[in-house]
């Protein structure tokens, strides 16, 4: 479903989707989040995109990079959060 949503938000939706799953799924293999919290990470990241309309490479490779930042801070959080 989080991937149909941002191929119809169009733009770099797509690119910070694949961007925060990375990360996400990481997270999960190194031990740091659940299995079940994969998709919180991605949908919570998904939340800060920017809307942005991407028209040069740089403009994509921006979008993976806030994308990964956002990932990587609520995979964190979530991680200091488990009980």
């Known amino acids: ?3 149909y949503q941002a191929g119809r938000i169009g733009g770099s939706a ?3 989707l694949s961007a925060a799953n990375e990360i996400a799924v ?4 190194a031990g740091g989040v659940k299995w079940n919290q994969i998709a919180s990470i991605i949908e919570s990241t998904m939340q800060h995109h920017d809307g942005q309309i991407p028209t040069t490479v740089d ?3 921006e979008a993976d990079r806030l994308a990964r930042v956002w990932a ?4 964190a959080e979530m991680k200091e959060n488990q009980i």
């Open 26 to 29: 990481e997270s999960f293999l």
């Open 59 to 61: 403009d994509i490779l």
């Open 14 to 16: 797509p690119a910070w």
């Open 72 to 75: 990587t801070k609520i995979s």
């Open 1 to 3: 479903d989080l991937a």
